[in-house]
Each structure stands twice: as C-alpha cells, then as structure tokens.
C-alpha cells in the first residue's frame, strides 16, 4: 500500500465552484499535513499547513485533516482560472529528527474554466 | 518575496558523467533540501542539510549523490556518475529554521535529462 495516495485527476471544475480535493495515507505517525499549489515549471508552494486533526481555513481555503480515517481534504471556494495548477498533498511524521522531510501525493491537477 | 534561485533550468548529460546542480537559497536561511520528481511520478525528498552537515537523507541518495555549501550563497547537488533513472527534476528548497510549522521555499527546479 502506498503511504500517499492522491487522484491525479485532472479535476476540471467550472470558475466559481467549489474545488474538493483529497489524500489518503496509511502512515498512522503522520502528523503534519501540508497542501502545495505547483504551476507548470514552477516549483510547489505551500498552501496551507496543519498540525493533527481538525479544520484551518485561510481566505477561499479550508484544509481538513481526520486522523482517525487517514484522510485529508483541501477545499477551494469561489475557484478562479489563476486557480489552475497542480495541488500536492504532502505529510511528515514525529519521528524524523530533520524538518522537511515531506512525503507528497501524486498531485491533481485542476483546471478552472472561465 | 525572496526567492530559491536554481540554475541551470536545463541540464543534458551522458550516462557516466557528473553534473553538478546549483541553487541559491533565500539568504537568512538555515536549512537546505533536495527533492526529485521523475516524470509523472510524485515529489521525492533526497537529502535535508544544516550546518554544513547532512541532516537526514532517504534511499535515494546513495553513493553517488553528494551536497555541499561551499561558501556563503550557494548549495549544491552533485551526482558522480549519471544514469539513465536519474532523469528528472530537480527542486532545491530552503527553510529559515527547522521548527515544524516552517515553510520550505522551492525553486523552479532543474530539469535533468541523461542520455
């Protein structure tokens, strides 16, 4: 079983809808979830960051994390066509001693149309 | 916003070669990071770099893979003798310390092509 196993999609969705994403993993000492926006030959840019389980939301976006199910969701309000890109999940756990350590999902890549 | 530098964008080289991968982290930053992403595969951590030492490396980076800082500004990746499944993309990345919560900064990568 993979430890991250994320739809490549794509997900084409149109401007204004709600962009739903997810991971799943299998590495129960993960506790550190990340979500990262990646343009064509640029490289990932972090999204949004969440410690263990529960809700953050930042502006249009809201990340969720359930430990207890292996699943997470990165949700996209109000999309926009700037919004196109690929979006990596990716995880770290407690264990590693080095910060930066991530373990990514395949990405999926979104497409807004206008 | 500062930003991870990585040059060049593309590198040819035959199998057996050694090619050197150049990056430019953002200034005040501690931490250092090599990932690869091989073509329609996922991101894939190599090697994390503080203090002038390795802080952690994962299978990938055997032998023939080498970091070093050597001096002020730059941090590099050298790989001794290419082989064909080294082809990939390669994305530098720095952090300013290596609390948990820190933000890893990623270049646009260099794409590694080995023939």
């Known amino acids: 079983q993979k430890e991250v196993e994320q739809d490549p999609g794509p997900l084409s969705v149109p401007e204004g809808a709600i962009v739903s994403l997810n991971c799943t993993y299998s590495?129960?000492?993960?506790?550190?979830f990340m979500w990262y926006r990646q343009y064509s030959r640029k490289g990932p840019e972090l999204l949004m960051y969440?410690?263990?389980?529960g809700n953050k939301e930042d502006g249009r976006f809201t990340a969720q994390v359930d430990k207890s199910s292996k699943y997470i969701s990165l949700f996209i309000r109000d999309s926009q066509p700037s919004d196109s890109a690929t979006y990596l999940c990716?995880?770290?756990?407690?264990?590693?001693?080095?910060?930066?350590?991530?373990?990514f999902g395949a990405g999926t890549q979104v497409v807004v149309t206008p | 916003e500062p930003e991870v530098t990585q040059t060049p964008s593309h590198q040819v080289t035959q199998m057996g070669q050694e090619v050197i991968l150049r990056c430019v982290p953002i200034?005040?930053?501690?931490?250092f990071y090599w990932y690869r992403q091989i073509l329609g595969q996922k991101v894939e951590f190599l090697v994390s770099?503080?203090?002038?030492?390795?802080?952690?490396k994962s299978e990938i980076f055997d032998d023939q893979f080498s970091v070093e800082r050597p001096d002020g500004s730059n941090f590099t990746l050298k790989i001794r003798s290419t082989k064909l499944e080294d082809s990939a993309m390669y994305f530098c990345?720095?952090?300013?310390?290596?609390?948990?919560?820190?933000?890893?900064?990623f270049g646009s990568g260099t794409q590694l092509s080995v023939l």
């Open positions: 990345a720095s952090s300013e310390g290596g609390r948990r919560e820190e933000k890893l900064f």
């Open positions: 590495n129960s000492a993960f506790q550190y």
């Open positions: 990716a995880m770290s756990d407690v264990k590693t001693d080095s910060w930066g350590k991530l373990q």
């Open positions: 200034s005040n930053h501690l931490y």
């Open positions: 969440t410690y263990s389980s």
């Open positions: 770099f503080y203090n002038n030492e390795i802080s952690e």
